[in-house]
C-alpha cells in the first residue's frame, strides 16, 4: 500500500485508498467506511464545519448504498460482488473457503439486504433511492430529504456483524494511524507552498 502522495511539477499530487488484494477486502473496506464516515457524522472534529459534516453524510451514503447492492440487490452485473455469489468472497484463492457461511447465515444476509435495497435503492418503489440524491447533477436534488443515519446503522448493522463474524478483520480506515500532515503536504521541500482554491 502506498499513502505517499505522488508529486508532479507544480505542486500537484495523487494520493489512492488502501490497496485490496482479495474481493472480501473490498466489502469488508466499505463496511469499515461506513462506520468511519458514520462516527465522523456523529462526533465532527472540533473546528469542523458544516461542510465536513455534509462529506461525511454522502461518504456514508455511497458506502450505504454500495452495500445495500452487495447484500440485497437481485440482478447484479457480471463483475459485481453479491452476496448471492458467496465462493467470490469465500474463495480457494484467499484461502477462505473453509470459512464459508452456512446456508441459513446466507439466507438472513439476503434476506436483511434485500428488506434495505427496497427501502433505500429500489426504484420500482420509490423515488427518493440514495442513488437519486448521489448522482449526477438531476432535478431530483432539489427535492427535500432528510436522512437518519442512526436508523441506517441499527438496521444494516445485524446483517454487516453476521457477515464479518466469518472473515479475517479488516479495518483500514477506523483502525488507521493519524495523519502526518508534514510528510503529506510533502515536507519542508514545499513547507511555504500555499494551498490554492477554485
Not at 465536513?52 to 458506502?63: A, M, P, R, T
Not at 436522512?147 to 441499527?154: C, L
Amino acid at each position: 500500500m502506498s499513502t505517499t502522495p505522488m508529486r508532479r511539477p507544480g505542486g500537484n499530487w495523487s494520493i489512492s485508498r488502501i490497496d485490496k488484494a482479495e474481493h472480501y477486502e473490498t466489502v469488508l473496506y466499505e463496511i469499515d467506511m461506513l462506520r468511519y464516515s458514520y462516527s465522523r457524522i456523529l462526533r465532527p472534529p472540533d473546528e469542523a464545519r458544516y461542510g465536513d459534516v455534509w462529506v461525511c453524510l454522502e461518504s456514508f451514503l455511497v458506502h450505504y448504498r454500495n452495500l445495500l447492492g452487495f447484500f440485497g440487490k437481485s440482478n447484479s452485473g457480471g463483475t459485481d460482488l453479491t452476496i448471492e455469489q458467496p465462493e467470490m468472497i469465500w474463495s480457494a484463492n484467499a484461502a477462505l473457503d473453509g470459512r464459508m457461511p452456512p446456508q441459513q447465515d446466507l439466507k438472513k444476509m439476503r434476506s436483511i439486504g434485500r428488506t434495505l435495497w427496497e427501502k433505500y435503492e429500489d426504484r420500482t418503489k420509490r423515488d427518493d433511492t440514495i442513488s437519486r440524491y448521489l448522482q449526477h447533477c438531476t432535478t431530483y436534488r432539489t427535492s427535500p430529504k432528510e436522512w437518519f443515519p442512526v436508523e441506517m446503522m441499527t438496521e444494516i448493522s445485524g446483517v454487516i456483524a453476521l457477515f464479518e463474524q466469518h472473515l479475517p478483520r479488516f479495518r483500514p480506515g477506523t483502525e488507521s494511524r493519524r495523519l502526518d500532515r508534514e510528510h503529506f503536504l510533502g515536507g519542508a521541500s514545499i513547507s511555504t507552498h500555499t494551498a490554492s482554491s477554485l
